[in-house]
DNA sequence: ATATCTGCAAAGACTTTGCATGAGA
DNA sequence: TCTCATGCAAAGTCTTTGCAGATAT
């Protein structure tokens, strides 16, 4: 059975209700926006997009939802470095939407990269390992980041 | 000769007025704080340490400070998710500070790791000139962090 | 039934900006 | 001298919190 939808329903209310947490109409509409997009969306944006599915939903509960997924795994923070956080769902170490980032230091463009994503995981498992041990940590993700000029700023 | 002091005064007075940038009391002081230290600093941590040297720089100076020495690639800002920038001095990609991180996702520890650094160092070299020729980037830097509990965080 | 969740408004925290004064080259 | 840099105060932005009403289980 493809990932995506089970009997119960989506995927994740298996997950919401094993922690305790309720399904609600808020909830079920960001992870339906945060589901239908590759981008890296602001909290503002998602409630831009939740807004249109749902009007009545608040960005005071977008922030806290958002923040409820990341604690539990589901979705990514990420900064580039432009004062405003950016989620996406995480499906996973290995799962397909998987990416590093090539972040422009000038225009804030952000490349979501791929191509070599094969090695660079084999190598960091292999760091993770010497880390988890070394220093008696869990780890559950990593970050990437390559910062440069994009070719449209680096004629500047 | 040693990195560090030339007959002109420090290393960098020479970037500064080769950029035409002035060498003034405040900057002196912010960056012998970020010398002598290897700790992540937050904009307020350096205006306190600052204070010590030199009482009357306000936190505008150091912020403005801080951003130039960013821009000119004398110093990283990183973002460990707890809201607030942290930074500190570059010394180049291979130079003797160069770590990545190590990032507890509960109370926001942060650990410098450098064991092994030599193999990530090796890989991201060959994925930087990967990514520069396909995407026509200019890349500057990068940044790695693992994300996860620490031994006193995942006991809990 | 009841503990959780939500929306609004207000507060909080970090960072940036405007402007007159001061200082480096 | 003359442009660049600084400090203060105020404003700006993103994010979090308090609380009463609504909702899921």
Redesign the pocket.
């Known amino acids: 059975m493809p990932r995506g939808f089970g009997h119960g329903g989506p995927w994740w209310h298996t997950r919401?209700?094993g922690a305790?947490?309720?399904?609600?109409?808020?909830?079920q509409a960001i992870l339906e926006v945060l589901s239908k997009t590759q981008k890296h969306l602001?909290?503002?944006d998602v409630y831009m997009a939740v807004h249109r599915i749902?009007p009545?939903?608040?960005?005071?509960?977008?922030?806290?939802?958002?923040?409820?997924l990341v604690d539990m795994g589901l979705v990514f923070k990420f900064d580039f470095g432009d004062?405003?956080?950016r989620y996406e769902l995480a499906l996973g170490p290995k799962g397909e939407r998987h990416h590093h980032h090539l972040v422009c230091t000038n225009c804030g463009r952000v490349i979501d990269y791929t191509e070599f994503i094969d090695d660079e995981i084999e190598l960091l498992q292999q760091t993770e390992k010497g880390l988890s041990k070394k220093y008696n940590f869990d780890i559950t993700h990593h970050l990437i980041q390559f910062y440069g000029l994009c070719d449209k700023c680096k004629g500047r």
Do not use: H, K, N
């Open positions: 919401f209700r305790g947490f309720r399904i609600t109409v808020p909830r602001s909290a503002e749902c009545t939903v608040g960005l005071t509960t977008v922030y806290r939802t958002l923040e409820l004062g405003r956080a």
